[in-house]
Nanobody
Framework: QVQLVESGGGLVQAGGSLRLSCAAS????????MGWFRQAPGKERAFVGA????????TYTDSVKGRFTISRDNAKSTVYLQMNSLKVEDTAVYYC????????????????WGQGTQVTVSA
């Protein structure tokens, strides 16, 4: 099993920045990737981006490209989501999750999930 603990959410004004953290423990060697998803009220959980564990390569959904960056601290088995130039529409609960599948953009292929952290962007 893999345990994920998220931190770093909060309230920020539009144009500001936040950094989310996701600390992984357990059978992390079995992971193919760690992904970030978000869920706004009344909407389905949506893919934000993902980092492949083997080579730290990343992929993002179009709406966050150039604003969000996923990185990893190998020593801490922690993955970060740096969010810059935040917009009101980025408001959501953000989740990290792990997958052994290469289908990175599909939530149902992720096996383990963090508890979620609220990000609120005010106008």
């Amino acid at each position: 099993q893999v345990q994920l603990v998220e931190s770093g959410g909060g309230l920020v004004q539009a144009g500001g920045s936040l950094r989310l953290s996701c600390a992984a423990s357990g059978r992390t060697f079995s992971m193919y990737a760690m992904g970030w998803f978000r869920q706004a009220p009344g909407k389905e959980r949506a893919f934000v981006g993902a980092l492949r564990w083997s080579d730290n390569s990343t992929t993002y959904t179009d709406s966050v490209k150039g604003r969000f960056t996923i990185s990893r601290d190998n020593a801490k088995s922690t993955v970060y989501l740096q969010m810059n130039s935040l917009k009101v529409e980025d408001t959501a609960v953000y989740y990290c999750a792990t997958t052994t599948s290469g289908l990175l953009r599909v939530a149902k292929f992720y096996e383990y999930w963090g508890q979620g952290t609220q990000v609120t962007v005010s106008a």
